[in-house]
């Protein structure tokens, strides 16, 4: 059995193609013991994120699998397969330490991805879908991702736009978990925002866009509602921070609708992030004592004082990656001898038990305790050196040489024997 990581991805695939393949946390289990029902895998776990969805298993070839996860979610296999990659072994290892220490996210370094892989292997194992060497694996996984947090700056400093606008809403409001938060678009850039701003588990989320749909999907991915851009001036005051990024020509907020929002509000103050080109909040916005607004210059400057910082720690990250990665490759490799060692100890312990045996009956008759140890050190040490001595007495040649080498080395004998 060979290890795999079958998936797809926000490098790889759009929203759109993403959330088809995505899996409901509450059908996780009955996904995996079909997986496994059918022979498709010998153990597997899923990891399903609003980023990704992955397929952890061990199988002969990763062919059935991908059969399995285009038929279970009733897909065209032309239209998905441009977007699944596969890794075998070394490279599957090798994704999962990547991912799990967040060198594969959108957010470069973002420790969420962590708890969802644990959570991913809670379900697996309650499914009875994760055996000893998924188990093993993840385990290292977790060990490894922990190690890279710990030793590098992967995590200390801010790369993305949306880091920095939790960042500076958190500046503002202590505790972002008594926040409600819209966001105005449904694009990439609002994508990864809510992303990192569901991190913080606000108190309310709400999409805003002009494609209703399109806005209650990615909304529901963090348990938040959706509504339409016609109706954000009504409902603005409800909100205390605001982030945009949509691709109309003109403001989608003007300063007199958030005068009136504030209003309502009492003064209580507002985050305002624009990350839209043009601008979707009017300048004059900024202006107002009880509006923080930020564009793409004033989080632009917090994202490249962290870019070479932790660039730096990725190095770092991926030469602790690839040890971690030979660690286990190399436990695995043992795994394959462990029934060769079982049969080689049991065969011993049988003629330890024989040899007991017959001493204990001589000793029984009465005879010379000194004379059965003897007997039953010789016995012993033939039974055990029967094998190898016949099979050198038996081989001839090359094959007779290479086998007293491998003699020599096990027994440890000295080289001029």
Sequence with gaps: MRLFALGINHHTAPLAVREQIAFDVARLPAALNDLLRGQHAREAAILSTCNRTELYFSAETPDPAV???????????????????????????????????????????????????????????????????????????FAVA??????????????????????LSARIFDDLQKQAVLFIGAGEMIELCASHFGGQKPRRITVANRTLDRAGALAAQYGGDAMRLDDIASRLHEYDIVVSCTGSPLPVLGLGTVESALKQRRRRPMVMVDLAVPRDIEAEVGRLDDV?????????????TGLESRQAAVIEAETIIDTRVDGF?????????????????????????????HAMRALARGDDPAAVLEMLSHGLSNKLLHAPTQALNQSAG????????????LYNLPSDH
């Design 146 to 167: 922990k190690e890279v947090r710990s030793t590098t700056a992967i995590g200390a400093n801010i790369v993305s736009m949306a880091a920095a606008a939790v960042h």
């Design 67 to 141: 059969d399995w996860l285009v038929k279970y979610h009733a897909l065209a296999d032309k239209n998905i397969q441009p977007y699944l990659y596969t890794y075998p072994e070394r490279n599957a290892v090798r994704h999962m330490f990547r991912v799990a220490s967040g060198l594969d996210s959108m957010v470069l370094g973002e420790p969420q991805i962590l708890g969802q892989m644990k959570q991913a292997a809670r379900a697996a194992e309650e499914a009875g879908t994760l055996g000893t060497t998924l188990n093993r694996l993840f385990q290292r996984t």
């Design 292 to 304: 923080f607004l930020y564009t793409l210059d004033d989080l632009g400057q917090i994202v490249e």
């Design 398 to 409: 090359a094959d007779r040489a290479e086998l007293a080498r491998t003699v020599a080395r």
């Design 329 to 357: 490759l190399h436990w695995m490799s043992g795994r394959e001898v462990v029934p060769t060692i079982r049969a080689l100890r049991d065969t011993a312990e049988a003629a330890r038990q024989a040899e007991l045996e």
